[in-house]
């Protein structure tokens, strides 16, 4: 094989209870992840020594990107030396909540275990990837996730209701550490979910919706209360942050109210907003 391409996910949070702060710094969380169809691509071909290309010139092409972090811990621990050249074909926007970083360093491994034969078991990958990214574990399997831990502990895999997506973005990220380290973060019991099949219904799934972050990072980001609020004075069944932000959703049956939904966002992005359609995989 000459060179593989892989597809890297954008993933929400359709629900994202903060649970606790553990020793270690990190929270417990009790998440469910969907994934978009909106995706990066990556590309690895042999070369003669490891390096990263990104489209994306905001974008850290050495030690910083998760990648690279990937490599490092396959070079020291496993004693593979990749000479190989990774080309990431950057969509996904950069601090918006949408595991970008933590797609791709996933698929990455995904995809070095397949081109060099590694054998590595998904639990071991898991191992890796959640040093490099809490949110990494979850982009190892294909449908969206129940996960608690700080993520990394996929409890069970989940149909999703076909719906649409809009995802709206200001130009300005949020910082996830921000998110979870603000005074203003108060911690949230976990729902109990008797029935895992509820999840498949839009109706029943809106009701569980909530996101354990959005009122510290609302109260110093104010804009993104106000597109949540129009999203869903705009149709929308129910409209979150996900993550840490700065991305607001918005799910909604109807595709008429999603057009109008996307139309009106589009118009006032003089505020340099960045819109699209979308839906879960
Ligand atoms: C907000 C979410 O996107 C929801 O899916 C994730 O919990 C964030 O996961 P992530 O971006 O992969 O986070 P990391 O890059 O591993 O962590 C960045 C920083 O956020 C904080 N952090 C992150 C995840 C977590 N469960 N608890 C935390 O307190 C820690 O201070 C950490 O140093
Ligand atoms: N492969 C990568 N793609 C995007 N960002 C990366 C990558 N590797 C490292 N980074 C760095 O990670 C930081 C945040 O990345 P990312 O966009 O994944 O965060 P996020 O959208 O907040 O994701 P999450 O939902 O997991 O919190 C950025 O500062 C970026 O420079």
Redesign the pocket.
């Known amino acids: 094989m000459s060179y593989m391409l892989s597809k890297s996910y954008a993933?929400i949070n359709l629900f994202l209870y903060v649970t606790g702060k553990r020793e270690d710094g990190y929270h417990n969380i009790f998440s469910l992840f969907g994934k978009l169809n909106f995706y990066?691509v990556i590309k690895i071909e042999r070369n003669k020594k490891f390096q990263i290309y990104?489209n994306n010139k905001?974008?850290?092409t050495d030690k910083?990107?998760?990648?690279f972090k990937v490599y490092e811990i396959l070079k020291k621990e496993y004693g593979l030396d990749l000479n190989i050249k990774v080309t990431?074909f950057?969509n996904?926007?950069?601090?918006?909540?949408?595991?970008?970083?933590?797609s791709?360093?996933a698929v990455f491994l995904r995809m070095i275990n397949e081109y060099f034969n590694l054998n590595m078991s998904k639990d071991e990958m898991i191992n890796v990837l959640k040093r490099v990214?809490?949110?990494a574990p979850i982009f190892l399997f294909d449908k969206a996730v129940v996960a608690e831990g700080i993520g990394d502990e996929i409890l069970y895999e989940v149909d999703l209701p076909k719906c649409y997506v809009l995802l709206v973005k200001p130009q300005f990220?949020?910082s996830?550490k921000d998110a979870y380290s603000s005074k203003n973060l108060k911690l949230t019991t976990k729902p109990h979910i008797t029935n895992i099949h509820s999840l498949s219904n839009l109706n029943e799934l809106s009701k569980l919706m909530c996101n354990s972050l959005e009122t510290a990072v609302f109260k110093d980001y104010k804009e993104l209360y106000f597109i949540k609020n129009t999203m869903e004075n705009l149709g929308a069944l129910k409209s979150l942050m996900?993550?840490?932000g700065s991305t607001i959703f918005g799910l909604f049956d109807s595709k008429n109210q999603l057009n109008n939904a996307y139309n009106f966002f589009k118009k006032i992005s003089n505020k340099g907003y960045f819109v699209l359609k979308t839906n879960i995989l």
């Open positions: 993933k990066d990104c905001m974008i850290p910083r990107n998760f990648i990431l950057k996904i926007p950069i601090e918006a909540g949408l595991g970008g970083g933590s791709n360093c990214s809490a949110d990220g949020v996830t996900s993550g840490s």
